[in-house]
Structures are given as structure tokens and as C-alpha cells.
């Protein structure tokens, strides 16, 4: 069974850095994945800062230090050289001076801009010429916005330490009041396992969702979370690109080093059904949708909601819904105008929603609803119209063709009225053009081409024929 979720990015995507600034080189010694956004400003964004203890492994050499001199360097525009004087150690760095290139940030790439006099802790890549690079994705920040990285720095400069597995628990869902997903907060009370080849250990979460396990013994470890009661990780039913990733291993060997976990459980709930057609079959692969009670009056384009779709037998199962009250039914994420049909169809197979089923989910609901028959919608609308002049004069004679898969006239009654009988899902144009005498001379004169959407239901058109000026 196949699920639609709403819009929104997902919380264990990462926005990467989107460098225009810095060389290939550059990007690729610092292995920052770069992507362009099609938006105007293709502005930088860094994936989620890494801990400290993780990230002064993953790249070729970390201090603090204080610049002392910025100078451009010849053989590659716009980079500059920055020389700085070592504060403090931490690896790949056997010196007191230390020259590092970096672009400086011009508000789209993702330079680094540095300022003479000023502390910084230093996270570099080696560039393939051996030149050390950085910029704002890799770590680097001004010394006194950097406590973390400083403490580190003396840690690991100190007696050898176990490594560290932690990590937070966060209950993170579709929102179906605004778009997107909301964030609940850290889920208290989860179940962590951390299992390693040489040691294992477990506990629970905090409130505020966090765990901690330091001063293990190096090597690999295995990280499995088990929400509380009333939440669990993402699965069937909804589909495997829906699914939580499923347990990592992460390899830990260097001294103090340490590997940062994200889990996202959502709320435990499922509403299920069989939705049949007007003459009571299966409705297979028919899209049906979930909203919140409180969006049956909106008007925009698009409202929040969830979408799944049936399965051979006409079955449907939300999974995963947030505790709320909602409606379910057909067409709902998209209310039409009123010039067009409304076929918004809400359980039990109504049409009006102060008497639709309203469905209220809890952490744990296993809702099972009544079948839902579609309604028998109109295959065909009536289209009423009348050509006349702009000067209120009727074109009783006026030729009118209705344009679609195929041209045709449309006869006029003796007041210049007419009337169609079109099929709901085609769109069709219809023009007009006559003649007439205006002070002694003859005149032609033509229509705008109007249109008749997919949905427009039963109308009237104007037809209207422009006098020459």
C-alpha cells in the first residue's frame, strides 16, 4: 500500500554545503558534499555542526590560534592565505605558525572570513597541492564562541581516554495544522542500547531525550533505541523510504573520540479502512487524504494533509498520525474554487463535513472506520452563454466555435443565446466573430478566446464581440 506524505523536508536529510566560492580541490579535501540551490540567493548552507570529539578526526589538522597576517595567493584568485600563530595544539600541526587558505564569505559561498587579531579554533582539510583549507562548513569558529572545542583540545592533549557513544531522542511529526514537520521535543524514558565487541551497556533517556555512555573501550559499536510506550520508530506500513534508518555501527579507535546519534520516533497509531466505489467494488489505487478538523475551512491552494493510497482490495492505513482530531476522505488537500465542482467526499460518503466522521488518534489508537463509498459524481456540466457587442447590443448572427479535441459551431437562438452540454475533464475554448453596420460601414468583429477549465462546473459565459474604435 503505497503512501503520499505532505510536504516538508525530512529530519534525517542533511542540507549540505553549496559552495560556489571554493575550489574543487578545496571542497573535496574538506569532503564537503556541495549542492546548488535553484533559488535566487544560492546562499551556503553546512549540514548540522558535528561534536567536537568527532569532528577533530575527520579532518587533517585542528589548533587555535590568532591571525597575524592575511594575503591573497597568486596562483589561485579570490583565495586568501591565512597565516595564524598557535595558541594551542590539537593534531596535524608541529609548528608555532600555521598558514591555512580559506575564501573569504561573500554571502553565497561558503568561505570563511578572518580577521587579524582575531582567536579561532581551526578545523582544516588538506588540499591535494598539501595546503591546509577551511571554510564556514568544517567547524571553524571565533575562540570565544568555541568552549567545547577548546576543552577538547586540552582533553585529548591529556591522558588517553575510552571513546564516547551519545546521542538524542527526539519526537519529530508530520504537522497537519501548518506544513512541514514540528518538533515535540526529546522523548524521556527511551531504552538505549549501546553494544559493542568488548563491552555493551543500556539505560534510558533523560528529559530532554539525550544519553551518554563515556570511557569505553575502542571499537565497534552498535546503537539500538526502543521508544516508550505509545511511540515507535517509523515502519510498515508506510513505505521502505518512510521507514527510520535502521540501527548503525560506528567504529571508534582513536582516543576520546566519539559518535553522535539522532533518533526520530513519531507517535504509535494507525487508522485503517475500505474504500469502495459508488457502486459498492473495490476502489483500488484511489488516492484518499487525512486533514485536521481545523483545516476544513481553509481556502488555500494546497492545505496540510497526508495522502495514501488504496490497495487492490479498496484497503487504506494511515500510519504514524500525531495525536489529533482529523477527517478523512477524498480530494481534500486541494479545495477547488467555486467556479469549479467540488469533489471533496469525506467518511462515511459525504459531502458535508459538519457530518463527517471525525476521527480522534491517541499515542497507541488502532481505528478501524466503517467502509467509505465514493460518491457518484456528474460526468457532464451545462454551459449557458451569450454573445453580444461591447455596446450591450445582442450578435444574434454571430458565428461561435467551441474549440477542444476538435472544432465546432455552436447554433445561437434569436436573443444570441446559447448552451453546451461538455464533459467534467477536457478543457474547451470557445470564440466568437461577426459583422455589423456602424454608421453606414461594416465592421468585424472577434471575442477573446475564453476558457473552460477541466472542473468548471455549470456556468454562464459573456461573450463579447469588441467594436473597432
Known amino acids: 500500500m503505497h503512501s503520499i506524505r505532505s510536504a516538508g523536508a525530512h529530519p534525517e536529510s542533511l542540507a549540505w554545503c553549496q559552495n560556489h566560492g571554493m575550489t574543487r580541490a578545496v571542497v573535496i579535501a574538506l569532503s564537503i558534499v556541495c549542492v546548488l540551490d535553484a533559488s535566487p540567493a544560492n546562499a551556503c548552507t553546512c549540514a548540522p555542526p558535528r561534536a567536537a570529539c568527532n569532528q577533530f578526526w575527520q579532518v587533517a589538522a585542528v ?20 597565516r595564524f600563530a598557535v595558541e594551542q595544539r590539537g593534531r596535524g600541526v608541529d609548528s608555532e605558525t600555521v598558514v591555512v587558505e580559506s575564501a573569504p564569505q561573500d554571502g553565497v559561498n561558503c568561505g570563511y572570513t578572518f580577521r587579524v587579531g582575531e582567536s579561532y579554533v581551526v578545523y582544516a582539510g588538506a588540499a591535494p597541492g598539501g595546503q591546509l583549507t577551511t571554510n564556514m562548513c568544517s ?28 546521542g538524542h531522542v527526539r519526537r519529530i511529526e508530520e504537522d497537519l495544522v501548518s506544513f512541514g514537520r514540528r518538533d515535540y521535543g526529546g522523548v524521556a524514558g527511551a531504552r538505549v542500547e549501546v553494544i559493542g565487541d568488548r563491552a555493551s551497556r543500556e539505560g534510558t533517556t533523560g528529559q530532554d531525550g539525550s544519553y551518554d555512555f563515556s570511557d569505553l573501550p575502542p571499537g565497534r559499536y552498535t546503537v539500538t533505541v526502543t521508544p516508550p510506550k505509545g511511540l515507535a520508530l517509523a515502519g510498515p506500513p508506510l513505505p ?21 546519534t539522532w533518533t526520530w520516533p513519531r507517535t504509535d497509531s494507525q487508522i485503517s479502512g475500505v474504500l ?11 488516492v484518499i487524504d487525512l486533514i485536521a478538523v481545523s483545516s476544513v475551512t481553509r481556502v488555500d491552494k494546497v492545505i496540510p494533509h497526508v495522502s495514501v493510497r488504496t490497495g487492490a482490495d479498496g484497503r487504506f492505513t494511515f500510519a504514524f498520525i500525531p495525536p489529533g482530531t482529523y477527517l478523512v476522505g477524498v480530494n481534500l488537500g ?73 472544432s465546432e459551431r455552436v447554433p445561437l437562438d434569436s436573443a444570441g443565446r446559447f448552451t453546451l452540454t461538455l464533459p467534467y ?45
Open 63 to 82: 589548533f587555535a590560534g590568532r591571525v597575524t597576517q592575511i594575503a591573497p595567493v597568486p596562483e589561485r584568485p579570490g583565495i586568501l592565505a591565512v
Open 139 to 166: 567547524g571553524t569558529k571565533l575562540a570565544k564562541d568555541a568552549a567545547a572545542d577548546l576543552a577538547f583540545l586540552k582533553e585529548v592533549a591529556g591522558p588517553p581516554r575510552g571513546v564516547r557513544v551519545f
Open 240 to 260: 521502505r523510504e518512510q521507514h527510520h534508518p535502521p540501527p548503525r555501527s560506528v567504529t571508534l579507535t582513536n582516543p576520546s573520540e566519539c559518535a553522535e
Open 276 to 286: 469502495r466505489n459508488a457502486d459498492g467494488s473495490a476502489a483500488d489505487e484511489e
Open 334 to 406: 486541494n479545495p477547488p474554487p467555486a467556479s469549479q465542482l467540488d469533489r471533496r467526499s469525506y467518511h462515511p460518503g459525504v459531502t458535508d463535513p459538519p457530518t463527517a466522521t471525525k476521527v480522534t488518534v491517541d499515542a497507541g489508537s488502532r481505528i478501524e472506520l466503517a467502509p467509505f463509498k465514493l460518491q457518484d459524481w456528474p460526468l457532464v456540466r451545462r454551459i449557458s452563454g451569450t454573445v453580444m457587442w461591447s455596446d450591450g447590443v445582442p450578435a444574434t448572427d454571430a458565428t461561435v466555435t467551441i474549440f477542444g479535441a476538435a
Open 425 to 469: 475533464g477536457a478543457q474547451f475554448w470557445v470564440n466568437a466573430r461577426a459583422s455589423r453596420a456602424v454608421n453606414g460601414v461594416r465592421v468585424q468583429g472577434n471575442s477573446s478566446p475564453l476558457t473552460i477549465g477541466r472542473n468548471d462546473r455549470d456556468g454562464e459565459l459573456s461573450v463579447v464581440l469588441k467594436l473597432p474604435r
